[in-house]
């Protein structure tokens, strides 16, 4: 008898506690749940499994990647909808410990077991890694960068496009993803005032775009360090390419390992989510020691909401296993302070996390408009993560379940003279 679907989304809302707010289609063929609502398409019983094996987001992902679970409809319809059970289960939601003392849901769980059949757990999809403690030292950075970002250049060309800047644009109502990166990338020089013959430091300056603008459109000398290989030699070319190899200097280097300041300017732009929060006081000290006296440092950041409890945060599961190994996010609160005790004065925050959710949801239509050669480039699963954590995130920054900052800072020398001027924001006249 084919009845997959009504069985699992009965099981499942009495595991739960609450109705599943999509329609879910099971290996079978039937269909089950609210009529019209994005689809959550169960291909097997492996599906069910790795939920079993591994409840809640880390689960779900798994079968994501792997493919044993699909969304047929609205990719961000889906998500907004399951948030509540995935994301949103707070203080007040039953966790599953506690629902398992009640005889009605131990007996769903049984339920759930017999229809995913005996089976070992599924193995977990070869693009997740072997998750670990977030040491931060020189080695794990190293191979935390390589996992993400050592992907493949044809693959990032693919998703960011033209501009290849991997990091929250700045809109105009009706500009293309290309204006809006060029917009953001101005934006940052005119808060550094950056001037001719000073000297920048690009702190993760990926395929080499803030490093060519700032080169050429204010003739700065520009240090550009990355951990990735594949990075560096992309930026080499691309600054050889536009005739600035007396102007930009690309290295593959740790921020600690810098020795040849000090600067006029530092930018760090999406770099700081991967130093840690044991890390953050001393990636503040090495930028402030690399600034000369007046210099300005732009931190471009994404945060996350504080806690009421701070020791009760973790790291999101899904993020950490398949997209960013060992990233940390904290409250723009906190990185005020960090900065500030390490002698810089904050003299600007700007908040862009609207920005953000539109940036997300271009790369998503960049990557979806040509899927099949992303998976070429890449992998399936691969290709999977990608789709799935920028439509998430693009949905977090638009709930304001996340957010992305820039700070400007100013090592300010003993005199107070900051050389900040006294209307704030003239960068936007």
């Given at each position: 008898?084919?009845?997959?679907?009504?069985?699992?989304?009965g099981?499942?809302?009495?595991?739960?506690?609450?109705?599943?707010?999509?329609?879910?289609?099971?290996?079978?063929?039937?269909?089950?749940?609210?009529?019209?609502?994005?689809?959550?398409?169960?291909?097997?019983?492996?599906a069910?499994?790795?939920?079993?094996?591994?409840?809640?987001?880390?689960?779900?992902?798994?079968?994501?990647?792997?493919?044993?679970?699909?969304?047929?409809?609205?990719?961000?319809?889906?998500?907004?909808?399951?948030?509540?059970?995935?994301?949103?289960?707070?203080?007040?939601?039953?966790g599953l410990?506690?629902?398992?003392?009640?005889?009605?849901?131990?007996?769903?769980?049984r339920?759930l077991v017999?229809?995913?059949?005996?089976?070992?757990?599924?193995?977990?999809?070869r693009?997740?890694?072997?998750?670990?403690?977030?040491?931060?030292?020189?080695?794990s950075?190293?191979?935390?960068?390589?996992?993400?970002?050592?992907?493949?250049?044809?693959?990032?060309?693919?998703?960011?496009?033209?501009?290849?800047?991997?990091?929250?644009?700045?809109w105009?109502?009706?500009?293309?993803?290309?204006?809006?990166q060029?917009?953001?990338?101005?934006?940052?020089?005119?808060?550094?005032?950056?001037?001719?013959?000073?000297?920048?430091?690009?702190?993760?300056?990926?395929?080499?775009?803030?490093?060519?603008?700032?080169?050429?459109?204010h003739?700065?000398?520009?240090?550009?360090?990355?951990?990735?290989?594949?990075?560096?030699?992309?930026?080499?070319?691309?600054?050889?390419d536009?005739?600035?190899?007396?102007?930009?200097?690309?290295?593959?280097?740790?921020?600690?390992?810098?020795?040849?300041?000090?600067?006029?300017?530092?930018?760090?732009?999406?770099?700081?989510?991967?130093?840690?929060?044991?890390?953050?006081?001393?990636?503040?000290?090495?930028?402030?020691?690399?600034?000369?006296?007046?210099?300005?440092?732009?931190?471009?950041?994404?945060?996350?909401?504080?806690?009421?409890?701070?020791?009760?945060?973790?790291?999101?599961?899904?993020?950490?296993?398949?997209?960013?190994?060992?990233?940390?996010?904290?409250?723009?609160?906190?990185?005020?302070?960090?900065?500030?005790?390490?002698?810089?004065?904050?003299?600007?925050?700007?908040?862009?996390?609207?920005?953000?959710?539109?940036?997300?949801?271009?790369?998503?239509?960049?990557?979806e408009?040509?899927?099949?050669?992303?998976?070429?480039?890449?992998?399936?699963?691969?290709?999977?993560?990608?789709?799935?954590?920028?439509?998430?995130?693009?949905?977090?920054?638009?709930?304001?379940?996340?957010?992305?900052?820039?700070?400007?800072?100013?090592?300010?020398?003993?005199?107070?003279?900051?050389?900040?001027?006294?209307?704030?924001?003239?960068?936007?006249?």
């Amino acid at each position: 008898m084919a009845d997959a679907a009504p069985r699992l989304k009965g099981l499942l809302e009495q595991v739960l506690g609450t109705p599943i707010p999509v329609r879910i289609r099971a290996w079978d063929g039937t269909q089950a749940g609210p009529p019209g609502a994005p689809v959550l398409v169960v291909r097997n019983r492996r599906a069910l499994r790795r939920l079993l094996w591994k409840p809640g987001e880390l689960g779900l992902a798994r079968a994501w990647v792997a493919g044993d679970v699909d969304v047929d409809g609205d990719l961000y319809a889906a998500l907004d909808l399951l948030a509540g059970l995935i994301w949103e289960r707070g203080e007040d939601a039953r966790g599953l410990a506690e629902a398992l003392r009640e005889p009605e849901v131990r007996a769903a769980v049984r339920g759930l077991v017999r229809l995913a059949g005996p089976a070992l757990p599924p193995a977990p999809p070869r693009e997740e890694v072997r998750r670990r403690r977030h040491l931060h030292t020189r080695r794990s950075d190293r191979r935390a960068i390589s996992h993400h970002y050592d992907v493949g250049n044809d693959f990032y060309e693919l998703v960011l496009g033209p501009s290849m800047v991997y990091s929250c644009a700045y809109w105009e109502d009706a500009g293309t993803l290309e204006d809006a990166q060029r917009d953001k990338l101005e934006l940052i020089c005119r808060k550094l005032a950056l001037k001719p013959d000073q000297r920048l430091l690009d702190v993760g300056c990926g395929w080499g775009s803030m490093a060519i603008h700032a080169a050429r459109e204010h003739g700065v000398s520009v240090v550009g360090i990355t951990l990735s290989q594949e990075q560096a030699a992309y930026a080499r070319k691309r600054v050889a390419d536009e005739g600035l190899t007396d102007m930009v200097e690309i290295r593959v280097q740790d921020y600690r390992d810098v020795g040849d300041g000090p600067y006029d300017a530092i930018s760090s732009i999406g770099m700081a989510e991967h130093v840690g929060a044991q890390r953050y006081l001393e990636y503040a000290d090495v930028l402030h020691r690399l600034l000369k006296p007046g210099g300005r440092l732009l931190n471009h950041q994404i945060a996350r909401r504080p806690q009421r409890e701070e020791s009760t945060y973790h790291v999101d599961e899904f993020i950490d296993s398949y997209v960013f190994p060992d990233g940390e996010l904290q409250p723009i609160g906190s990185t005020v302070t960090q900065l500030e005790r390490a002698g810089f004065e904050v003299r600007d925050v700007e908040s862009i996390r609207e920005h953000y959710a539109l940036t997300l949801r271009r790369w998503v239509a960049n990557l979806e408009a040509d899927w099949t050669r992303a998976v070429k480039l890449t992998s399936p699963g691969r290709a999977r993560v990608w789709q799935l954590y920028m439509a998430a995130s693009a949905l977090s920054f638009e709930r304001n379940r996340i957010g992305v900052n820039q700070v400007l800072a100013v090592r300010t020398p003993e005199s107070g003279a900051s050389g900040m001027p006294l209307r704030a924001r003239t960068w936007n006249a």
